[in-house]
């Protein structure tokens, strides 16, 4: 009989952050396959977990994936694990998936924590429909390529980014994508856990004030939100109801969107043709 293949979560931070099942799985195994020994083992002793491990990461993931099949093939039962969360999610973990799919041994998930969902269930933005991209490329300007590939859709998007180039990601969205609602969730389960909610621009101005940005980030935005459809000639009262205040036209415009909640761009086509014609 072919062994089976245990997929487990584990936790994103806080070691209490797992399930009774996986510890009772990863104590059953004849093998865990993780990706840096030294992380597993710090899990394996805080549960008195005493299991042989291999190391399988990204750069012996091919090789490895080989030799863990043969071993599940002689009846071995092996657990999957990473160094933090669901393996296979911007992580180690596919090929050695997929190839067990397709020699037919048994997969069998044991769910926990991951990254993404964490973040956004605690953004406050909505989870009805979204999509997961991980880490995005590294190049600049292929970012901004996907920025814009992504600019009409509605769905909440999730990333995970680097400390080291949150501050640009940011930049680069509210670049393209204009200033968004975004939810940036930093060390979440850790000590140092920090959600930081708001438009873009907001959430830049403040991580531009800490004096060093560490931990690990991900980062929940808002999808495009359909403007509501507003009568021109309410738009027309309240551009005149501004502009008596003795706003600047820029202002008119800018108070106006925000109250009638519509892009500025189509609040200003509206004001050149009041004022125009007045
Ligand atoms: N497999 C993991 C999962 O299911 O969440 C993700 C692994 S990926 C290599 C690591 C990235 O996930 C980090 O760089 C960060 O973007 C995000 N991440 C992991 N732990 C996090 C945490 N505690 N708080 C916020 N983001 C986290």
Known sequence: MPGKLYVVSTPIGNLEDITLRAIRILKEVDLIACEDTRVTKKLLSHYQIQKPVTSYHKHNEEV????????????????LVSDAGTPGISDP?????????EKGIELISIPGPSAAIAALSVSGLPTSSFSFFGFLTKSSKKRREFFESIRESSQTIILYESPNRIIETLYEILEVLGDRQVSVSRELTKMFEETLRGKISRVIEILKQKEKIRGEFTIVLQGKVNETVVPKDIIEKELKVFREKGLSLKDTVKEVSRKLRLSKSKVYKEALKVFKAS
Do not use: F, P, T
């Open 93 to 101: 973990g596919y090929r050695l998936i997929s190839l067990s799919q």
């Open 64 to 79: 490895k994936a080989k030799e863990l099949l043969s071993l599940l093939e002689a009846g071995k039962n092996i657990a």
